[in-house]
């Protein structure tokens, strides 16, 4: 169900949340569902078990995953939670771009705020 | 419980260094391994990592400084740590003309810790005939029927040296899920010396890269991900005052254009380097191959060549 391609440089815990959300968000996962253990997971990917326990964990704060001692982890579903999670992080590309271009081209984050909000309000009239 | 909890170090080393003759094959060595971890041992041929896994069984004898391997000193206590910890060396010993099951009865006689099912369960999985000789198996089987008997000694560490030189594709990928499991309760950790970058990126949790005796790179591997960056950048850049910068693993111009390698604080770097309003900066990923080719050419100061396959 998934696969991780250790060359690419992003590193596979986040290969994995990534595939994870994109599970839950597409429905391929839902509330409830039961994911492979730690340790099954990483022998069905042969990669390391430290690694799949971080991508777990990581979920797990984002209210995505829920798990307990014995009783394995869990799909936690939450649309609003998961809605607003989802939609961060489709912006944040584009956030961390448009950072990237103001740093380079001199601008404070206050002067970046600044255009931001005059450009929605001219956006609004 | 599920999941993996690392805490306790089972490898330490202080200072470490040995010296052949004039030749100084590790260097002031320190370095640690983790309970439930899989290290990665990277570096070229002859950078001291062989040496290292050597010193740390009692094997070679330290110049200077010291290691510790579960607790225990290396080199008063080589005897006992090599009785728990797992060695497999580059070149595998076996004797020919014994056939695998009298073998596996033979080795493990020698060890208390001896699980003689679980060395049964491998070679089945793995497909490994017990009634022939081990002058008759491939040198693929004899590798993997190495690793069988030491991994059935239930060794608290197990320390490899190119583990994977005579296997295929395939045996690789069934050890590794073994590695994989074995490590999975958080209380036994690998040490894995090896060329194969992909292997390391893919099962590794942490990598050591040693350059001509030295560590010149060690952490968790995904923190180096996170950290390890390429800078590109088009402008005029003070080339000898950012290579002062503590962070700076290469630095290399053409023209107008720099590449710029650094291991920490990407955000940072990027704010610094904008602080000199080049005309753009554009920041690489960078995957295993890149951070050893960067962490290696940086010490020995070969600036070209490596650049090219950078790129």
Redesign the interface.
Known sequence: MFH?R?????????QLTRQIKHAITTGALKSGDKLP???QL??DL??????V??A??ELEHMGLLE?G??R??FVKFSPPGMLLEERRRRLQPHIDGLI?EA??L?FTVDELVALLRKAARSKEK | ????S?SKTVVEAANLTKYFGTVCAVDHVNWDVDD???VGLLGPNGAGKTTLLKILLGIAHPTSGAATVLGLDAERFSVLIREAVGFVPEDKLLYDRMRVDAFLRFYGAFFSSWDARFAEDLLARWSIPSFKTIGQLSKGMRAKLMLAVVLARQPHLLLMDEPTLDLDPASV?EI??VF??W???GKRAIVLATHRL?EV?????HVTIMDRGGIVAHGD??DM??NWKTFKVVGDLPHDEIRQWKEIRRIDAKGKATSIVSDADPLKM??RL?AF??T??E?L??????IYLAAIGYKRGRLDGVLESMV
Do not use: H, K, W
């Open positions: 991780v250790p060359e690419s440089g992003e590193p596979i815990y986040r253990t730690v340790r990483a022998v042969v990669i390391n078990p430290n690694t326990a971080r777990y964990r798990s001692p014995r394995g982890t990237a740093t380079v001199g | 419980m599920d999941e993996p690392a439930g971890t899989i990928d590794f899920s994989v499991q490590v999975s309760d992909d990126e893919r099962i590794c949790d591997l995904d991900r996170a990027t704010r904008a309003s080049p753009t900066v920041v990923d960078m995957n295993l191959r890149n």
